[in-house]
């Protein structure tokens, strides 16, 4: 999918935008790609002028929502196939995203790209072909890049969550020159293609599935059975479990997931709010 270049609007944004043009100042600056970088808006009277584009001053826009210019009006960035899907700031500048309100990724405490760097340092990627099984937003590739991985293969399920990279500046663009061609992004359910992959071929491996009740057969042993296959003797991988269920029915799905994984050929400890492994 091509990547979108345009302005990125929150509420935040939006009305620094109008307040200036209320004071009667011409120039507005600040960041129209969340944080990324800094830019100048030229201000008039019916509009503004970004990056050589003219665009409407905006609306009303929600809190918690991520607006985006289609071509015509600014519109959030959610699309809905069955779930509704969006992506949503952070006071990180990073954006998370949700999954029929259900936020995906941590962001309580630091940016969910801090978040990805200390579990991907787990697997200490620099030099090796790394399985990253769901792809997400691109977080754990993103790191996997910038700590010198040779190699990353990503698969993502869901081509919805796809569109919305190509809209979060915060997501690795496989064709881009940082990338180098190391980034092979895949859409695909990696429990079904995870047969083609070959035999310890993967160094180091990221698993983050989506909770069990969603994603059940990612948690099953035959699927562990493969990541023990794939992965060679002596990689490592990090699954993030989380704690669900934990406070309500007592159950222990960290520990479920290490009594699996040693079932399939790994040694398996619980580290941050997951379990790394190593593949015996």
């Not at 990547?3 to 939006?14: A, F, I, K």
């Not at 990056?51 to 809190?63: F, H, I, Q, R």
């Not at 991520?66 to 015509?72: A, I, Q």
């Not at 990279?165 to 881009?176: A, E, G, I, M």
């Amino acid at each position: 999918m091509p990547r979108y270049s345009g302005p990125l609007l929150t509420r935040d944004t939006s009305t620094s935008l109008l307040a200036a043009r209320v004071r009667g100042e011409t120039h507005w600056t600040g960041s129209l790609d969340l944080s990324r970088s800094q830019g100048e808006a030229l201000l008039e009277s019916d509009g503004w002028h970004w990056d050589g584009s003219a665009y409407p001053y905006p609306g009303k826009l929600k809190d918690r929502t991520l607006y985006w210019w289609d071509g015509e009006d600014f519109e959030p960035v959610s699309r809905y196939a069955g779930s509704l899907i969006k992506l949503v700031p952070t006071e990180w500048g990073v954006p998370t995203f949700e999954i029929d309100g259900i936020k995906m990724l941590p962001t309580s405490k630091e940016s969910p790209l801090d978040d990805a760097k200390r579990k991907v340092a787990l697997v200490e990627p620099r030099g090796k072909t790394v399985l990253d099984t769901c792809g997400g937003l691109g977080y754990f590739a993103a790191c996997c890049l910038d700590a010198g991985a040779a190699r990353i293969l990503s698969f993502e399920k869901n081509a919805d969550v796809l569109w919305l990279r190509t809209l979060n500046p915060w997501s690795p663009d496989p064709d881009s020159a940082d990338a180098g061609g190391r980034l092979q992004l895949t859409h695909a359910d990696v429990s079904l293609a995870i047969a083609q992959v070959p035999d310890a071929s993967v160094d180091a491996l990221l698993h983050d599935p989506p909770r069990f009740g969603i994603a059940g057969e990612l948690y099953s042993q035959a699927f562990y059975d493969q990541l023990a296959r794939v992965l060679r003797r002596g990689g490592t991988l990090f699954h993030y479990t989380g704690s669900p269920n934990k406070l309500t029915s007592g159950r222990d799905v960290p520990g479920e997931v290490a009594r699996r994984l040693e079932k399939a050929g790994f040694r398996a400890q619980r580290a941050l709010d997951g379990v790394v492994a190593v593949r015996r």
